[in-house]
């Protein structure tokens, strides 16, 4: 079983849509919890931390369910610059980060 | 502010040959650092981590090795490539103490 578990997509949606993911974890003393954003070909970059209650940037929002052990991303009113591959990463209580496959987004006019 | 920088950009090698990337981080004293590579359509595997110069540890064993001559600066190497060892190489960073990592733009290696 995998440690991180993404549904890797695609996921077609129209401009304006809303879209969630949702990514499992297997390790239940995980600590920490991140989505990342990669564009093709490029490095992953810090989208948000995923905090026990919940938060919110802008269009975008993250749940955290520790008793289910999953993580979700809610993206509003998608624009076609969203369109990107979205990792889930989990800190273990390590110093090194586990990151999921990635599930790619695809936004389209 | 702190940038991470990686070279080469890009790299054709022939099975056999040796490799040598780097990694430098500017801005910051201290900082953990992190090689995971990303084979075509899959996740970052961690390769190995450093806590500070001269302290490596290795999460996969491979025909790769790293070191950390300076603070700053974080080599991957290799002796003989092997073609399954094409992939993008990326470089990060973190301050001890935190979690979140900060990547550097990779360098996209081909083994032929």
């Known amino acids: 079983r995998k440690e991180v578990e993404q549904d890797p997509g695609p996921f077609n949606v129209p401009e304006g849509a809303t879209v969630a993911f949702n990514c499992t974890y297997s390790n239940s003393a995980s600590q920490s919890f991140f989505w990342y954003r990669q564009d093709c070909r490029k490095e992953p970059k810090l989208l948000m931390s995923?905090?026990?209650s919940g938060n919110e940037d802008g269009r975008f929002t993250a749940q955290l369910n520790r008793a289910s052990q999953y993580i979700s991303l809610l993206i509003r009113d998608s624009k076609l610059s969203d369109s990107a591959t979205y990792l889930c990463v989990v800190n273990e209580g390590r110093r090194a980060l586990t990151f999921g496959s990635g599930t790619r987004l695809q936004v389209q006019p | 502010s702190q940038t991470i920088h990686q070279w080469p950009a890009t790299l054709v090698q022939p099975v056999g040959s040796p490799l040598s990337l780097e990694c430098t981080v500017e801005g910051t004293s201290n900082p953990n650092l992190y090689w995971y590579r990303q084979a075509a359509g899959r996740g970052l595997q961690l390769l190995f981590y450093s806590v500070g110069i001269g302290q490596i540890s290795s999460e996969v064993p491979q025909n790769l090795s790293a070191s950390r001559p300076q603070d700053r600066q974080f080599i991957l190497s290799s002796k003989k490539l092997l073609l399954s060892d094409s992939g993008f190489y990326l470089c990060?960073?973190?301050?001890?103490?935190?979690?979140?990592?900060?990547f550097g733009p990779g360098t996209r290696l081909t083994v032929l």
């Open positions: 990060a960073w973190t301050l001890n103490g935190e979690i979140s990592q900060y």
């Open positions: 995923v905090y026990s």
